[in-house]
T-cell receptor, first 115, second 113 residues
Framework: GAVVSQHPSWVICKSGTSVKIECRSL??????MFWYRQFPKQSLMLMAT?????????EQGVEKDKFLINHASLTLSTLTVTSAHPEDSSFYIC???????????FGQGTRLTVV | KQEVTQIPAALSVPEGENLVLNCSFT??????LQWFRQDPGKGLTSLLL?????REQTSGRLNASLDKSSGRSTLYIAASQPGDSATYLC????????????FGKGTKLSVIP
């Protein structure tokens, strides 16, 4: 299957700083990528849909100014958590669709801890 | 809005047992349904994807079924092994051509040696 690479796999940052997470499709082009968040013992919840060359679409309750998404190329989407706070500590994971396939492929996820 | 429910939330079985994990969804107009495995602190491993036109898929000791009319899917694991211990997630695709998934909270499986 197609490969989606997410980096970093874990990051610890100080409260008030910003963190960038990268999601790359390695062997296919992805016009659409999705960002999910998972709090402990909770389900993965969709945060936003990232569209190449246009603005991301955010789910209700997700602050677009706090979670900046950039999808500047067909193989890369980035999620920047700005002015991170401890309550932003979570597991973030991206997925991408292969235009010619039938399923979404997931990155390895990023464990963010804000101290 | 699609909602996905998984029962039970946790399950503990002795090694060798066959088991069934349940998943239900509220909107029967799903496109595909996919089962994943998630190990602690790790990402997702895709197990089986059932397309909307299919009723089941099999891979090794795993068999997943889909009944859209009743809004249910099951994951059957045969001859369970300690290495099967993980959280199993069920996810529904929103609609034709959409690759946005709605996930259940998962079933945490423990297989006791």
């Amino acid at each position: 299957g197609a490969v989606v690479s997410q980096h970093p796999s874990w990051v610890i940052c100080k409260s008030g700083t910003s963190v960038k997470i990268e999601c790359r499709s390695l062997d296919f082009q992805a016009t659409t990528m999705f960002w999910y968040r998972q709090f402990p013992k909770q389900s993965l919840m969709l945060m936003a849909t990232s569209n190449e060359g246009s603005k991301a679409t955010y789910e209700q309750g997700v602050e677009k100014d706090k979670f900046l998404i950039n999808h500047a190329s067909l193989t890369l989407s980035t999620l920047t958590v700005t002015s991170a706070h401890p309550e932003d500590s979570s597991f973030y994971i991206c997925s991408a669709r292969d235009l010619h396939g039938i399923e979404a492929f997931f990155g390895q996820g990023t464990r963010l801890t804000v101290v | 809005k699609q909602e996905v429910t998984q029962i039970p939330a946790a399950l503990s079985v002795p090694e060798g047992e066959n088991l069934v994990l349940n998943c239900s969804f509220t909107d029967s107009a799903i496109y595909n349904l996919q089962w994943f495995r998630q190990d602690p602190g790790k990402g997702l491993t895709s197990l089986l994807l059932i397309q909307s036109s299919q009723r089941e898929q099999t891979s090794g000791r795993l068999n997943a079924s889909l009944d859209k009319s009743s809004g249910r899917s099951t994951l059957y694991i045969a001859a369970s092994q300690p290495g099967d211990s993980a959280t199993y997630l069920c996810a529904a695709y929103s609609g034709a051509g959409s690759y946005q998934l709605t996930f259940g909270k998962g079933t945490k499986l423990s297989v006791i040696p």
